[in-house]
């Protein structure tokens, strides 16, 4: 069954994490009054939000406020509203806010229409946004310098080396 979440004035939007490096999963959450959602998104995409959200806000009046140290902890959550297939950002200029959409990953073609979350965010909430998650990307596991895929204390079968010669952690 398809959902429409719509936060207009959401109180909080953050992205987080449970688990241990090379075995977390990553969510957004967004908190407007009693309601709360929270997407399953993978840490990629969590990547390019943030990257996207900090070229947006170049180009827009510098925000006001900044709390980049706010609390990034996930509220807690029985399971979550869907998992993130489609990112998408824009700026409405007339309400000088950003938006971001996302739309549920749909696996079989049958269902039909998946579910979408729409948030409108300050500046200010993007841009802390932004910050959390990148600092939550660069605090995983570093990247390989041959391959880029992410180094694992137990190994690494770096696919530039056909597995042989791995760099190590």
Known sequence: ???????EHPSRVI??????????????QAREQEVVVTLKVE??????????LGELLQDLARPGHVDDDGD???????????VIGGLGVAYDAENDRIMI????????ETVGEGSEA??????????ELAISGA???DSGRPPCPLCGFPLDPR???????????????
Not at 15 to 28: A, C, D, H, K
Not at 43 to 52: G, M, R
Not at 118 to 127: D, W
């Open 1 to 7: 069954m398809s959902e429409i979440f719509e936060f």
């Open 15 to 28: 992205v987080g994490t449970i688990g241990e490096p090379g075995q977390r999963e990553f969510y957004l």
């Open 43 to 52: 840490k990629q995409q969590i990547a390019a939000l943030a990257s996207h």
């Open 72 to 82: 990034p902890t996930l509220e807690s959550f029985i399971e979550t509203s869907f």
């Open 101 to 108: 959409m996302a739309q549920e990953r749909i696996r079989d």
């Open 118 to 127: 729409r948030f409108s965010l300050t500046r200010e909430q993007a841009v």
């Open 135 to 137: 600092r939550l990307v």
């Open 155 to 169: 190994g690494h079968a770096c696919p530039r080396t056909n597995g042989n010669s791995a760099p190590r952690t």
